[in-house]
């Protein structure tokens, strides 16, 4: 696995640079120079243009390893592995043109807060969405806005964008993930074209429009799975380095009004790492699950069931439950110290508080959405 072999060189770099990229809320240019010299961007790039067109296990491997390194540029990177992957889906003459680049990055969300009108050879774009990671260092945005259906109806549209013809909102201010500089873009008459145009009900069916990554088993994969096994990775690799960064403290510190003049010999120190550590494992073997269901199919190009797609998400929702409460338990157990900015595990625990409120991410949507299934109702979302 050269790619993760290639990741875990940059460890060193990623780590040095976190205070900064917290403190500034964007990566610094060393970082996004360095994974681009190391091929990250191109995980999800269509092989013809240069990409590997990763499987899900080696995705997991190495965004869990940068996110140990720092979560903001891991979180980033899991973005632009998922939305590179959404560009190849397009018609082969939208992705002729993101991809005239292969270190190409393309940011996007899946929220319509955004009109679309219908003119000559296109679509005309005014609205702003929110939350856009990776924005500050993209080339592209996949954009979602509301335009007319086939029927006269309204429905959600899925556009590509060039970053240049948006504009920028610097409004980042968060409690956590700041150096995603995760800002809102706006688009004021923006014209895109019809190649770069597909409904959004069809990118959900798996009616992808590219014809010459049909014969790939890595774009007939459905969108809502392929990204939950990208985003478990993140909140993998950050509780990794919670426990990491919590045992690497363990020889230094005491236990303040007490007799223990080292924690590891505290008993509950034990229990804590153990709990913690378990709860790592457990969602590790989660978000592994995930992929091996993702490449499974990719290997036998065996359907996709409406379980197989809920359990997908009712997999990620446990994976950050689980890493919250693991990173909560170290946290506890770091001391008044710990909340010093040269203390890695109080960014930890920022950068994961802040994931599980992501909608796609968050633990109680995702299991009463298993739930109902498991009981016989209809899945009550379109975003399987």
Not at 113 to 136: K, Y
Not at 226 to 244: D, I, M, R, S, W
């Amino acid at each position: 696995m050269e790619l993760v072999r290639r990741t875990e060189e940059l460890v060193p770099l990623l780590r040095s640079h976190a205070a900064w990229t917290d403190q500034h809320r964007r990566l610094h240019d060393e970082v996004i120079e360095a994974m681009s010299a190391a091929g990250i961007f191109r995980m999800r790039v269509p092989a013809r243009y240069g990409g590997y067109e990763s499987d899900a296990g080696t995705v997991l491997e190495v965004i869990s390893r940068i996110s140990g390194s720092d979560g903001s540029a891991g979180w980033n990177a899991a973005v632009w592995s998922i939305s590179n992957w959404i560009a190849g889906l397009f018609p082969d003459e939208a992705q002729d043109e993101v991809f005239a680049e292969p270190d190409v990055r393309v940011c996007g969300v899946l929220s319509p807060t955004a009109s679309a009108e219908p003119t000559e050879g296109g679509m005309v774009v005014n609205g702003q969405w929110r939350f856009i990671s990776g924005a500050l260092h993209s080339q592209w945005q996949a954009i979602l806005a509301m335009g007319p259906a086939p029927d006269g109806s309204q429905w959600p549209l899925l556009a590509l964008v060039p970053m240049s013809e948006l504009e920028i909102v610097d409004d980042w201010h968060t409690a956590g993930l700041r150096g995603t500089g995760s800002v809102t873009t706006v688009a004021k008459q923006v014209f895109v074209p019809h190649h770069r145009v597909m409904p959004m009900v069809a990118i959900l069916s798996e009616q992808y429009a590219s014809q010459c990554n049909a014969g790939s088993p890595l774009f007939r994969q459905p969108l809502i799975p392929t990204g939950c096994a990208t985003f478990a990775a993140t909140a993998v690799g950050l509780a990794k380095a919670a426990l990491e960064a919590f045992l690497d403290r363990l020889g230094e510190r005491k236990i303040t009004y007490t007799e223990y003049t080292s924690q590891r010999d505290a008993p509950i120190t034990h229990f804590q790492v153990a709990e913690a550590a378990t709860k790592i494992d457990e969602a590790e073997f989660h978000g592994r699950r995930l992929t091996d269901l993702l490449d499974g199919k990719y290997a036998t190009g065996e359907a996709w069931q409406l379980v197989d797609r809920v359990r997908a998400r009712a997999g990620l929702g446990r994976v950050f439950q689980l890493t919250k409460e693991a990173v909560g338990v170290l946290k506890t157990g770091s001391g008044g110290t710990s909340i010093y900015d040269d203390v890695p595990i109080q960014r930890i625990d920022r950068d994961i508080q802040t994931l599980n409120m992501h909608a796609l991410m968050h633990p109680n949507t995702n299991a009463e959405l298993y739930g109902r299934i498991l009981c016989g109702l209809p899945p009550n979302t379109m975003y399987l």
